[in-house]
């Protein structure tokens, strides 16, 4: 018998499968979807069996496999199937495609060791009464004691009382030890929480999922913030169990995920697995185990958390399907969505996309009729939307409010009074943007980016956020040596230290990348914060999207321009989205909401939607420019970067592959382009761009994958294809 292996090779011009030799010792154990360790030249490697059978075409003498990896599938017959889509769609290679999908400790990575955690219990091995007789010391007897109720006693429980005496007891043979599995991550118990009951419009839409059980069908859940999205979910969850399946949720952000779990722990129990970047290595590896062994019936987790081993699902929701989270940056450039409708199909499951504000590409469908689409348009309990306000700085500037407005420092004092509690928003981490000196010019900027360095005030760093480059700031210009910096720009940390001047009465707590990234920082941060521990939350985009705290009546977005500028056909899109979905997190209990957001363009059509709290507005707008522009969702958009340490080779093999475009495509196939990046140069290597723009064209993807087999031969210059852009 043959084995066909896929090896994790780093050569980005290997990727097949090689026939080896399944020894007889173990073709009893053997099966498609194991690791394997192989050797490979003078080395031995780990792979992937994707495929047994009696013949080879090779003309070579095969090797045999040295040995199995694992005792059970780490790829079963759907994550094959998954890989191989992921690996047509995106153009990627099969390997990056399973590596991608599997957590650390069962990638076919050599030397990756993350093994089992057991925990050691101790039980008698001889009769309760002959123990007794056998123990003499009054603390053997105390350890005795502890096997009356005839269960098994943590040997950490027993040593609390004598380590000597336990130690004794296992010599002398009156007890043993045994091993038991424990799991890394555990769900906290909670009182079960009753489920709620169901306004009209949740109801309705309740009824509408359960009608599409057992069907492959995509749902759009369009609620405004605060219209109980979460609860629809949990109680169509419950009637998928009951049906005996299972339910996958995806949230987008780790910041969302300790309040997810908290609410449906309080249903479920521990009748879940979470599955997100904020597990430790060994933590994924027992949520993955758990779900394989199908001892856990729900899985709540971030992008990654698609690839799942879930059996039999039932269901699968995405809630803020908006988000930019959802798509993978990196190669392979998948999206989760993109994944959900292929594991739908697998299942014949509904796939639930929810969102305040669905991206339009999802709402169009929705409205021609390829997605159903369910309304939310109240909040629970009728309650109304906060009221929004837009505050021009302009004029506050020339009052001598450069960051905090008059009317926002008015209303935060305001719901201090009333021991309320305030969030504002603000998309940019660090303190400062840029540090220049006045005395010669010389601007801090990154060695290896087009990029100025942000300062962070807490450790005195400046820092890129494109490479990670890291550099102490000087007290003085390096350039001319004169003490005449000045610090221009904001983020949150500067914000944090600006409202602490104005409020120093004020419990502030920050939360974004810098203040999160310890484990646990972030729910500790969710956590205090629901517990009224602080009275004002400041943070970017992480606490914009679905976090309820009741006591939360006011809201301020700072520096709403900020994704407004950004050189993206997307960027009205996404502000409108962040805004939004940034004012919802107001006046979701009994008490009403606000919301200030201060801009330099009061007049700017995408804010006023964002006052209005017009959705439907915002998207007869945002579809008549991309109706002109030829922009999603009227056309398909993929998106080529060229990149290479050397300008001249990276120019010249851009201006090459679009010539190459140009006479393969369709004629009514548009390629846009080279043109450089918005980041140029980014950790020393130079970016070109070209758009294409289609609409039914048979012959893109073809191209695209003769110009990939073109650039893997090419060792200065590299493309990277996103055929969903």
């Known amino acids: 018998m043959i084995a066909s292996i896929l090896l994790e090779i780093k050569a980005k011009n290997v990727d097949k499968t090689f026939d080896y030799l399944i020894p007889e010792t173990l073709k009893s154990t053997i099966k498609v979807g194991m690791r394997v360790l192989v050797p490979f030249g003078p080395q031995s490697l780990e792979g992937y069996i994707l495929k047994i059978k009696d013949q080879t075409d090779a003309e070579i003498e095969l090797k045999e496999i040295i040995k199995n990896i694992d005792e059970e599938v780490v790829l079963n017959e759907e994550l094959l199937e998954i890989g191989k889509f992921i690996q047509d769609n995106t153009l990627a290679s099969l390997s990056s495609a399973y590596s991608t999908m599997l957590p650390t400790a069962l990638k076919a990575r050599k030397k990756t060791q993350i093994s089992k955690k057991y925990e050691t219990y101790l039980s008698l091995n001889i009769s309760l009464d002959q123990a007794y007789l056998i123990c003499k010391k009054e603390s053997q007897k105390q350890i005795i004691e502890l096997f009356e109720s005839g269960i098994l006693i943590s040997k950490k429980d027993a040593q609390s009382i004598s380590v000597s005496s336990t130690k004794t007891l296992i010599q002398k043979g009156i007890l043993k030890e045994e091993k038991e599995e424990t799991y890394r991550y555990q769900i906290k118990e909670y009182i079960k929480d009753e489920k709620k009951k169901l306004n009209e419009e949740q109801e309705n839409a309740l009824n509408k999922i359960k009608e599409s059980f057992q069907n492959s069908k995509t749902i759009v859940l369009k609620g405004v913030t605060g219209s109980g999205k979460t609860e629809v979910y949990m109680q169509a969850i419950e009637e998928v169990l009951d049906l005996g399946l299972s339910a996958l949720v995806l949230v987008p952000e780790i910041s969302l995920t300790p309040q997810f779990i908290l609410n449906f722990a309080r249903r479920f129990g521990s009748n879940i697995a979470v599955l997100h970047s904020g597990l430790s290595d060994g933590e994924k590896y027992d949520e993955w185990r758990k779900i ?29 399907c908006h988000s930019d989270s959802y798509k993978q940056e990196n190669r392979p450039k998948y999206h989760a969505i993109d994944i959900a409708l292929f594991r739908s199909k697998y299942h014949n499951c509904p796939v639930i996309l929810g969102s305040a504000t669905p991206t ?16 939310l348009n109240y909040r629970v309990n009728k309650k109304p939307l906060p009221s929004v306000t837009i505050v021009d700085m302009a004029e506050e500037i020339k009052h001598h409010h450069p960051i905090i407005s008059e009317l926002l420092e008015k209303k935060i004092e305001e719901c201090l009074e009333k021991q309320e509690q305030v969030m504002i928003l603000l998309n940019r981490r660090g303190h400062s943007t840029t540090i220049n000196c006045s005395s010669c010019g010389f601007t801090y900027k990154c060695p290896h980016c087009d990029i100025t360095l942000t300062f962070h005030k ?137 919301v200030i957001i201060e801009t330099f363009n009061p007049d700017n059509h995408v804010l006023n939607c964002v006052k209005d709290q017009d959705f439907e507005k915002f998207y007869e707008y945002e579809m008549n420019i991309r109706k002109t522009l030829k922009y999603p969702p009227f056309y398909f958009l993929a998106h080529l970067t060229i990149k290479s340490k050397e300008y001249e080779c990276a120019s010249k093999e851009a201006t090459k592959t679009a010539n190459f475009l140009k006479r393969k495509l369709n004629k009514n196939t548009i390629v846009l382009g080279p043109t450089t990046a918005n980041m140029f140069r980014v950790n020393n290597i130079y970016h070109f761009e070209i758009m294409i723009k289609y609409r039914f064209d048979d012959s893109l993807k073809p191209a695209l994958k003769e110009l990939d087999k073109l650039f893997l031969l090419n060792k200065k210059v590299d493309i990277d294809i996103d055929m969903s852009y």
């Open 360 to 375: 339009l590409e999802i709402l169009a469908r929705a409205k021609k009729g390829l997605y159903e689409l369910i309304s």
């Open 292 to 320: 394989e062994k199908q001892e856990v019936s729900i899985v709540i987790g971030a992008r990654s958390a698609i690839f799942a081993p879930l059996k039999n699902i039932g269901l699968i929701i995405i809630d803020e």
């Open 458 to 594: 807490s450790t005195k760093n400046l820092r890129c956020h494109y490479c990670g480059y890291t550099k102490f700031l000087d007290s003085n210009c390096p350039n001319c040596q004169e003490d005449a910096l000045n610090y221009y720009g904001l983020g949150t940390e500067k914000l944090e230290s600006t409202i602490k001047e104005k409020f120093p009465l004020a419990r502030i707590i920050r939360m974004d990348t810098d203040t999160t990234n310890k484990k646990g920082a972030l729910e500790k941060i969710v956590e205090d914060y629901r517990e009224n521990k602080y009275d004002i939350l400041i943070g970017t985009q992480m606490i914009s999207k679905g976090l309820d705290f009741p006591k939360v009546t006011l809201v301020g977005i700072v520096s709403a321009d900020i994704t407004l500028n950004i050189p993206d056909f997307r960027s009205g899109e996404k502000t409108f989205a962040l805004l939004y979905q940034a004012s919802g997190r107001a006046g979701r209990s009994n008490l009403p909401g606000s």
